[in-house]
């Protein structure tokens, strides 16, 4: 007997839903229920590996080790197949990977109380933008974790299409929709017929006018506004006294960035931010940046940016927090400030959607529904772009985070019974 889950493994969050009784469910993964946050911590006192919120709690609590978030970004990259050092071993990336597809296969399973050997997985449009060799080697890559894992039986499906097949179990007529998957990495985009006489049909093909995806998520909203109104307190913007040459940027560009934190705690780096304090004409700001990189706070200072990120959708203004950093530090973010800086994206973002309805061949007018899901769709700048293009009267939303793994668990349950 096959048993089949629909997986998705996200930037941020990741959620498995299995089948029971006939009925696709979300398997509880975690205390608080079926999200799991996608991060690994590397506990160098025990030599195990911890997974989601108990990565976090475990690295925020300041126990040596390495935090590994935001994974999937790397998959269409060669770093997938690149060895990192825990400790005094190595690991490849796809291997990190793979410890956590294997946690979430067996708390799955754990949670039905059977084991699983198939898997519907969830998928971005593109894993890249313009690259359709990355594209397969993203996907080739996830095949080939899965299969190691114990899964006999593994297809995709790109995740708006698994949003729209989650939100058509609530349409009671016929309507063109269009599906705006945005997460923590990529935002995706399908048109597709939806009815209740469609729900059951497995082959879609002639129902799906276009799909469509760019590389923007969450974590790059993450970065700029960590650049516009974090970076500043620990020293980007101000200046050496050699040359009046300014502090470097990629060092902040880096530091802002979720994939390449690690990165940074390094000897190498270590002297160099040292040797910046030295020369910098405002030695505090520099020496809160040795702080972050001598105690490892990148991932800290990274939390509190999105936590600033995520409080700004309701909020005008609000502090990002940085006292771990050093006592009662905290840097002013406002609304008006974030989406300045992230004004490309927003550009990038509506531009997106209107490439989605050319390759439809469908006019704004045309779209009776814009289903929005995915965590970063609650982001207001963003919403903005979408509403740019389609009227945000048609907006319709589900279950942010679990609306692609409720539908590819649907899939899940007709493609393999």
Same mark, same amino acid.
């Given at each position: 007997?096959?048993?089949?889950?629909? /997986?998705d493994?996200?930037?941020s969050n990741?959620?498995?839903?299995v089948?029971?009784?006939g009925r696709?469910e979300l398997?509880?993964?975690e205390?608080? +229920?079926?999200?799991?946050?996608?991060?690994?911590?590397?506990d160098?006192?025990?030599?195990?590996?911890?997974?989601g919120?108990?990565?976090i709690?475990t690295?925020?609590?300041q126990?040596?080790?390495?935090?590994?978030?935001?994974?999937k970004?790397i998959l269409?990259?060669p770093l997938m197949?690149?060895a990192?050092l &825990?400790?005094?071993?190595?690991?490849?990336f796809? %291997?990190?990977?793979?410890l956590f597809?294997?946690?979430?296969k067996?708390r799955?399973e754990a949670?039905?109380?059977?084991p699983?050997?198939a898997?519907?997985h969830?998928?971005?449009?593109h894993?890249?933008?313009?690259?359709?060799?990355?594209?397969r080697?993203a996907?080739?890559t996830l095949r080939v974790?899965?299969?190691?894992r114990?899964f006999?039986?593994v297809?995709f499906?790109?995740?708006?299409l698994?949003a729209?097949r989650?939100?058509?179990?609530?349409?009671?007529?016929e309507? &063109?929709?269009?599906?705006?998957?945005?997460?923590g990495?990529t935002?995706?985009?399908?048109?597709?017929? #939806?009815a209740p006489?469609?729900r059951a049909r497995?082959?879609r093909k002639?129902d799906? #006018?276009?799909?469509y995806g760019?590389?923007l998520?969450?974590?790059?909203l993450d970065?700029?506004l960590s #650049?516009?109104?974090?970076?500043p307190?620990l020293? /980007? +913007?101000?200046?050496?006294?050699t040359k009046t &040459?300014p502090?470097p940027?990629?060092?902040?560009?880096?530091?802002?960035?979720w994939?390449?934190?690690n990165? /940074?705690?390094?000897?190498?780096?270590?002297?160099?931010v040292r040797?910046?304090e030295?020369?910098?004409?405002?030695?505090?700001k %520099?020496r809160r940046?040795?702080?972050v990189?001598?105690?490892?706070? +990148?991932?800290?200072?990274?939390f509190s940016v999105e936590?600033?990120?995520i409080? /700004?959708?309701?909020?005008d203004?609000?502090?990002?927090e940085m006292g771990?950093?050093?006592? +009662?530090?905290? %840097?002013p973010?406002s609304?008006? !400030?974030f989406?300045?800086?992230?004004?490309?994206e927003r550009?990038r973002?509506? %531009?997106a959607?209107?490439?989605t &309805?050319?390759?439809?061949?469908?006019?704004?007018?045309?779209?009776?529904?814009v289903?929005?899901?995915?965590?970063?769709?609650r982001?207001?700048?963003?919403r903005?772009?979408?509403?740019?293009?389609?009227?945000?009267?048609?907006?319709r939303?589900g279950?942010d985070?679990?609306?692609?793994?409720? !539908? #590819?668990t649907?899939?899940?349950?007709l493609?393999y019974g």
């Amino acid at each position: 007997m096959t048993r089949a889950c629909g /997986l998705d493994f996200g930037t941020s969050n990741s959620a498995v839903g299995v089948i029971r009784d006939g009925r696709a469910e979300l398997a509880r993964l975690e205390r608080e +229920g079926a999200l799991i946050p996608s991060a690994i911590f590397f506990d160098f006192e025990t030599n195990k590996p911890l997974f989601g919120a108990e990565a976090i709690e475990t690295y925020m609590g300041q126990v040596e080790g390495r935090l590994m978030r935001a994974l999937k970004s790397i998959l269409a990259t060669p770093l997938m197949k690149e060895a990192t050092l &825990l400790k005094t071993q190595r690991i490849t990336f796809e %291997a990190v990977i793979g410890l956590f597809v294997a946690e979430m296969k067996a708390r799955a399973e754990a949670a039905l109380g059977a084991p699983i050997d198939a898997v519907v997985h969830g998928r971005p449009v593109h894993f890249v933008d313009g690259d359709a060799a990355a594209d397969r080697f993203a996907e080739d890559t996830l095949r080939v974790i899965a299969e190691n894992r114990g899964f006999k039986h593994v297809s995709f499906q790109y995740e708006p299409l698994a949003a729209a097949r989650a939100y058509e179990a609530s349409v009671r007529e016929e309507t &063109l929709a269009l599906i705006c998957d945005i997460g923590g990495g990529t935002s995706d985009f399908s048109v597709i017929r #939806l009815a209740p006489e469609r729900r059951a049909r497995t082959e879609r093909k002639d129902d799906i #006018l276009a799909n469509y995806g760019i590389r923007l998520g969450g974590t790059d909203l993450d970065r700029h506004l960590s #650049l516009e109104a974090a970076m500043p307190a620990l020293g /980007l +913007g101000s200046f050496l006294h050699t040359k009046t &040459l300014p502090m470097p940027r990629q060092l902040y560009a880096d530091l802002a960035h979720w994939p390449s934190i690690n990165q /940074l705690y390094t000897p190498a780096t270590r002297r160099m931010v040292r040797e910046l304090e030295a020369d910098a004409v405002e030695p505090a700001k %520099a020496r809160r940046l040795r702080t972050v990189i001598e105690k490892h706070l +990148g991932h800290q200072l990274a939390f509190s940016v999105e936590a600033a990120k995520i409080a /700004l959708s309701a909020e005008d203004e609000t502090p990002i927090e940085m006292g771990f950093i050093e006592p +009662g530090l905290s %840097a002013p973010a406002s609304r008006d !400030g974030f989406e300045d800086a992230v004004a490309t994206e927003r550009a990038r973002m509506a %531009a997106a959607v209107k490439e989605t &309805l050319a390759r439809a061949g469908t006019a704004a007018e045309e779209i009776g529904t814009v289903f929005l899901t995915g965590g970063s769709s609650r982001v207001p700048v963003l919403r903005k772009a979408i509403a740019s293009v389609v009227s945000p009267n048609k907006f319709r939303a589900g279950d942010d985070m679990l609306s692609v793994a409720m !539908g #590819l668990t649907e899939e899940a349950r007709l493609r393999y019974g």
